[in-house]
């Protein structure tokens, strides 16, 4: 007598960063089973990435009940595009060009592996576990590892563009002839909000002479420029107000155009909680338009930092179309 297929009840979900790694197995129910990491710039060249990825993988799932029972892999890296399962031209990421880092994966593990950009991966996290559960239409906005990215959600579903760059709100322009910005150009918004545009507002602000405890610090973060806005110290504050009010004008434009229930806001830079949100909020309903002032509903995501990125890739994976060599 033909038994029956097994079903597969895990996925692998991968969050790649500038500086870290992460993969983590989870299962049917989104437990994460095990995770690791490991040092992406460890890892300059491309096909060593992909190869040491593989074999992390592999390893992490023969030693949490073997490969039999994982169905896909999912990925979250920045400038991924979903609908060509490439890496493309990444401003910030050692790999340039564009990078077929779906196949790649795909090659090497015998698996189907599903690629998308970080915002797109984020906001499928906050859909499946997270603040998004049960909104159709809304924005996640994520700031981190450097830059500004998001994803729309239409009637319940990620609206990607004809290309798959629907979203980029970090490079829209937000001061002509602005800030240098890695995509090329000068101006865009996640130059101001992210938390290398904070950075950069600090040292203009102390620049101009002005006393502050940040001045003696060899490395200036979101986290210690809140430390110190917690302390009083006028720069630190200054700083992230400035960054608030542009921001707010961003998800203002944003709004306007899109009319979302709600904007999701994720990332490193929410760790500056109070002194970032109230002067986003201001400047937000300063500048959105008037008909939905007071409509659009600006959150920040329930889910855990460590974990919102691996759970949206793992989500990214149930919905690629199964594959497997060893069928």
Known sequence: MESLDQIKTRVVGVDIREVKTTYALVDIRGEIIATDYFNTMDYPEISDYASALSEKI?????????????????????????????????????WKGVVPLAAMLRDRLGLAVALANDAHVTALGEKAFG?????????VVSISHGGLGSCIFMDGKPHLGVNGFAGEVGHSCVEVDGRQCGCGRRGCLETY????????????????????????LKDISVQTVTYYCDQGDQIAIEAIRRVGFMLGIGL????????????????????????????????FEEHVFHNIQGETRLLVSILKEGERDVLGASALAWDVKEYSLFK
């Open 193 to 216: 909000c992210s938390d290398k545009g904070l950075v950069k507002t600090v040292e203009e602000l102390l620049a101009e002479g002005a006393p502050s405890a940040l001045r003696d």
């Open 58 to 94: 592999l390893v992490l799932v023969e030693e949490n009940g073997g490969y039999e029972k994982v169905r896909s892999v999912g990925i979250s890296a920045p400038s991924a595009n979903f609908l060509t399962g490439c890496i493309e031209n990444a401003a910030n990421m050692p």
């Open 252 to 283: 203002a434009n944003y709004a306007s155009v899109l009319n979302p229930e709600a904007i999701i806001l994720t990332g490193d830079m929410m760790q500056a909680g109070k002194w970032l949100l109230k002067p986003m909020r201001k400047s």
């Open 131 to 139: 603040s998004a559960h049960g909104l159709k239409d809304f924005v």
